[in-house]
């Protein structure tokens, strides 16, 4: 009976073993992640530093030394650009390490080798989309220009030797959850990061939805309803500007008419009508200084890890502070001691599709230019957890991939719902390109002739350049590669066989849309239209809503002495011109006794409204939702059949019909016998709005509050519950300056006042690392929510002195 009872304990302690060392599913191996030695608790990090550190490196060429502020931010100081870069990729590894093996295992199709077989299609589909491709282009693009490669190379070796220094317990927390190992860093990764930016920017489609428009209402309904340029609109480029150059001749655009008969009933993933990104500079003759002083606010997908790295980086050449995307050299928006320069996303049209017409079903060659031509071939291996390897095939043309054929297509995927069977997909982002040398250059940059030639490097995605330096000079130039496309090209799928359609090369560098030291003395962008109609090329037919610009524009243009506290009063304007032009038409056509009780508290309150989304606000919440819905109640009975997909007009086409087509034909419901009027959708919508809140909140109180409602968050990367932030209970929304919804707002915001002490302030919303078992992983959430900044500490020097700065490392060639 002992030997019995001897053979089942080790029986059972042999399958425990095996249990809690092998991983299921999502969970972990357990011995390994709850060892208090090598797993998750290893992990933890406390507020205190160690006040010095020294490192022997092998790579490097002289010493480094990295100074560290009170949020653990690195302020690195080398001899020279190659150690410069190596530091960087050796401390930005070490706070940030898993999320740049996270994102470019995404834009690479290649997050089925950790998380298993559930990521297969989504691999498939960045493959499909060229991400690769692209990426390859681009670091040959970026290899042959002598310093860039050595800028990659030193960043590149500086990441792997923070990754050789470890150990499996030293490993970053979702390592150990996700059970794998961090690989060597290449400068592919690098260029996967900065084309992962490019697809989030400018990686959305409308042109499905616009061919089912044409085909079904003709080109008279489609112009009336889908113009080139709003009604309302207040350009980056100021009306009046003179453009001073000879245009290059454009193709003539065709006439508009029905492509086919042919109804796409793909549902796609339409263009989001602008992130909400803002970025302004006031010249000298503004501010108080009487100095320039820079704004941005980039708008993104909110995440913790922070999307940014905030760094100082100074060699012998350079002396510059800002972010810094994680995995990527240099700094992206940031400021020196004579310039400050940022960005928003321009919304250029950089990516078209073409329909193919195939030979036969080989698929082996495709109709262009009156013959046929070889389809290329790219044979795609996905390595899958578990040992298996899966080939996917993808057809390459001279206009890029056929992402998908109807035999390739996946069923119920819903990432692919903007992908055209049988469509080659023509994108910017598929092309070489040297961006990094850029931001190398404005890094090192003194005056205005600095910043417009570094311009000219920049391919996408397409940015609102901003600029303001010491010497008084203030710019703004909507730039990267810009099609050269006869007007409207690319507003509706092209056919694939004419020549005509294709691109005819790129706007001139030095042609794009710029001004500089405007009469009125500052210059802004809030991704609304780069240009008014007089501007002879076409970059886009469809922007952001003119509000926020408009709102920005006014509140410069009557200030003066302007000082950080009121451009950063700016940053956090809750107030919505939308709401301003919109809400005396809505509330005069309710009619009050027709409202039952709770409808007439929330009407008199929305009245009574200041019409700014402040948290505290209800008045926010009841219109947000009504002026939502109205779009709705107009649009959906003429443009929401789902056999054939069709997206809405634009905001500012509904607010031009709301205010001055009383009698417009779309406000009738064609699936009711009545023939409703403006009047009765408004009514309709405002009594949808009551009826929503009060069944998700109950009777009129202090939950019905914007910020409530809007509940913003900052999501983990990966969406691991507990990773995330807490609920945020801040103000803002899509038409204000502070364009902030439930997890996307200003990823960044950043003032840099120019002079002969730059002072500059930021914050995003996370922290520095990226474990989220540091104090240091979200230390500035509450400081961003609150839309304040923190003073950023900007060293002269190595040994300045400072009493922010909480820790140095000193590293040493080996």
Known sequence: MKIVKAVLSGFFALVLVIVLNTKFGDIPPLAKFLDPFQGFWKNAEGKKQNPEKELNIEGLNGPVEIRFDDQMIPHIFADNNHDLYFAQGYITAKDRLWQMDFQTRFASGRLSEVVGPKALELDRYQRRMGMTFGAENMVKAMMDDPEIKVTMDAYTAGVNAYIHSLKPGDYPFEFKLLNYAPEDWQPLNSALLLKLMSATLAGGSNEFYMNNILNKYGPEITKNLFPDYPFREDPIIPVGTKWDFDPIKVPEAPELSPSNKTAYTIKTREIEEGIGSNNWAVGGQKSASGFPILANDPHLDLTLPSIWYQIQLASSDMNSCGVSIPGAPGIIIGFNQDVAWGVTNVGADVLDWYNIKFKDESKKEYWYNNKWNSVKLRIETIKVTGGTTLTDTVMYTHHGPVVYTSQQRPDNFSKINNIPTGHALRWVAHDGSNDTRTFYMLNRAKNYADYRKALTYYSAPAQNFIFAS?????????????????????????????????????????????????????????????????????????????????????????????????????????????????????????????????????????????????????????????????????WQDDFGDPKTPMRFPSRDRNVEMLLNEPDAVWYDNIKTAKKETRSDVVNAAFKFAIDSLQRKYGPIDKDWAWGNLKHTNVPHLAKIAGFGSKFLNNGGSKTSVNAVSESNGPSWRMIVALGKNVKAYGVFPGGESGNPGSHYYDDMVDTWSEGKLNELVFLKAKDEKSERIISTWKFSKK
């Open 470 to 634: 010491a010497e008084n000079d203030i710019a703004i130039t909507p730039n990267g590669y810009l099609p050269l496309k006869w007007r409207g090209q690319g507003k509706f799928l092209l056919d694939g066989t004419d020549p005509a359609n294709d691109w005819q090369g790129r706007i001139p560098a030095d042609q794009n849309p710029t001004v500089k030291n405007p009469s009125r003395n500052f210059v802004s962008s809030a991704n609304q239209f780069p240009n008014d109609p007089s501007y002879p090329y076409y970059i886009n037919w469809e922007y952001s809503g003119y509000e926020r610009s408009h709102r920005i524009n006014k509140r410069l243009s009557v200030m003066t002495q302007a000082n950080i506290d009121s451009l950063q009063n700016l940053q956090n304007d809750n107030y919505s011109i939308l709401a301003e032009n919109i809400m005396p038409t809505l509330t005069s056509l309710v009619d009050p006794d027709n409202l039952n009780a709770s409808e007439r508290e929330g009407f008199n309150i929305v009245s009574k409204w200041n019409k700014f989304f402040d948290a505290g606000e209800i008045g926010a919440s009841i219109f947000e939702l009504w002026h939502k819905n109205l779009a709705i109640q107009i």
